[in-house]
Every structure is written in C-alpha cells, then in structure tokens.
C-alpha cells in the first residue's frame, strides 16, 4: 500500500461532491461502513460525526479508519484512503458542519439544530491505494 502523496491524478475525487464510504471497526472487531460528506484539507481528510451514533463509539474504541471514493463517472476510478484519527473536536453549532453541506448542496445545513453536539473528525492518513486513470 502507498506512502507518502496522493496521486494527482485522483485529487480531483477529494474535492467533488461524490459520498465517501467510512469504514470504521465495531466493538466486535467487524467492520462497519456508512457513506460520509468529508472534507479534504490538503492533507488530511475532515468529518462531522454526532456522538450518537455508531461511527462515534467505533472511533473511541479503534481510531483506526479508511474511506473509500468511487468516481461516478468510471466505475474502475477510485481513491482509498487510510489513516487515524487524530482529533475530534466538539462543535455545539451548525459553523464545521455548514461547511460540509455547503460543498455537498450548496447551501447551509438543514438538519440540525443550534446546540446540538456534533464532532469535527480530523483523519491523518497513513496510506493509500487507487485505480483508474
């Protein structure tokens, strides 16, 4: 598995609009993947993550993570990314996750509310894989 920097030639999938797959590991040492808006820093890959759910209890348990990008357009196109998590930092606004569903729709977030506490998830990523031109 690669080290090192991403292929320019599948930078373009961290900044579009297509879900990424995050696989997280279950208490039970299974894997769990749901599909995620993320964000890409330039180095490290960025999500909201409500403290409610099993993403969040996984990550506590193992940081351990890898996300998954198919290009929409090829289905033989895709970016693996594979790292831990470094840090969640509390948000009780709607401020980290505006961001996200602006890149995702365009506007602010609608399913939220002010107060709610939500994880801004910070991936450092160790390796990779990717396929397609």
Known sequence: MPKGPLPASHLDLLESRVLGHLATIDA??????????????????????????AKFRNLHANPA???????????????????TVVDMELFTT??????????????NFTGG????????????????TAAGG
Do not use: C
Not at 28 to 53: A, E, H, M, Y
Not at 65 to 83: A, M
Not at 94 to 107: D, H, I, P, R, S
């Open 28 to 53: 039970r040492g299974r894997p769990q993947v749901n599909p995620v808006w993320f964000l890409w820093d330039g180095n490290r890959l960025l999500l909201s993550i409500k403290p409610d759910t």
């Open 65 to 83: 993570v890898s996300l998954s990008i198919l290009d929409p357009k090829d289905s033989f196109r895709y970016l693996e990314l594979r790292g």
């Open 94 to 107: 709607l401020e980290f996750v505006n961001v996200l569903a602006q890149k995702y729709t365009g506007a």
């Open 113 to 128: 509310r002010y107060g709610e506490e939500r994880y801004k998830v910070t991936v450092q990523i160790d390796s990779w």
